[in-house]
Nanobody
Framework: QVQLVESGGESVQAGESLRLSCAAS????????VAWFRQAPGKEREFVAA????????YFADSVKGRFTISRDNAKNTVDLQMNSLKPEDAAVYYC???????????????????WGQGTQVTVSS
């Protein structure tokens, strides 16, 4: 059974930091591309960050570049998203996702990820 479980979402003030975590099981985590997406009310789900396969190469949406960091711990089968200098527009449900059959050109496209978590809520007030 494939499972991704996010945690760490909470309400914070603008300018503060927050760290989300995703625990993975049931698939080849170490070789998978892992990513974070988010969805705000009334908005489409959007790409946030990804870690390409087992290379350590990271990719970020322009809106979070320089503020967010994605990392993985293969010993624990977890992927984290460190979010700094949070803005009200960062408020959303954050989802972790993974794929072992992704090409680089599809890295930022949610429909190409096979495995998804249930999401964790992040609220940012000004």
């Amino acid at each position: 059974q494939v499972q991704l479980v996010e945690s760490g979402g909470e309400s914070v003030q603008a300018g503060e930091s927050l760290r989300l975590s995703c625990a993975a099981s049931g698939f080849a985590f170490r070789t998978a591309t892992v990513a974070w997406f988010r969805q705000a009310p009334g908005k489409e789900r959007e790409f946030v960050a990804a870690l390409w396969r087992s290379t350590g190469r990271t990719y970020f949406a322009d809106s979070v570049k320089g503020r967010f960091t994605i990392s993985r711990d293969n010993a624990k089968n977890t992927v984290d998203l460190q979010m700094n200098s949070l803005k009200p527009e960062d408020a959303a449900v954050y989802y972790c996702a993974a794929s072992n059959a992704l090409i680089l050109s599809s890295l930022r496209t949610d429909q190409h990820y096979a495995y998804w978590g249930q999401g964790t809520q992040v609220t940012v007030s000004s």
